[in-house]
């Protein structure tokens, strides 16, 4: 089984930034071909923020497109997410993907997930 460790994560200031990772283990790589990002909210659905493929192309939701970048390094087998001018309204569980789906932007669409890391924003 695939396994996906979150690290960073934690209390930030509105305008700050953050930085997180994720590392694969216990995986082919035909299975983790494309990592990403999502966040969820108290009482809100899981979000879409940011996916990467094994070649390095990127996909970046609308919400966090200019503050946010996700870049992997695929010899440690990690995905990261730079965050910077973090806002308050960013404040949620992030989980780190993993998978080969058919829509990047649908939770469904990927076989592996990390536990979640919280982030924080104060204002």
């Known amino acids: 089984q695939v396994q996906l460790v979150e690290s960073g994560g934690g209390l930030a200031q509105a305008g700050g930034s953050q930085r997180l990772s994720c590392s694969a283990s216990g995986h082919s790589t035909d299975t983790t071909d494309t990592m990403g990002w999502f966040r969820q909210a108290p009482e809100k659905g899981r979000e879409f923020v940011a996916a990467i493929y094994w070649s390095g192309f990127t996909y970046v939701a609308d919400s966090v497109k200019g503050r946010f970048t996700i870049s992997r390094d695929n010899a440690k087998n990690t995905v990261y997410l730079q965050m910077n001018s973090l806002k308050p309204e960013d404040t949620a569980v992030y989980y780190c993907?993993?998978?080969?789906?058919?829509?990047?932007?649908?939770?469904?669409?990927?076989?592996?997930w990390g536990q979640g890391t919280q982030v924080t924003v104060s204002s």
């Open positions: 993907a993993a998978g080969s789906p058919t829509t990047v932007t649908r939770p469904g669409s990927y076989a592996y």
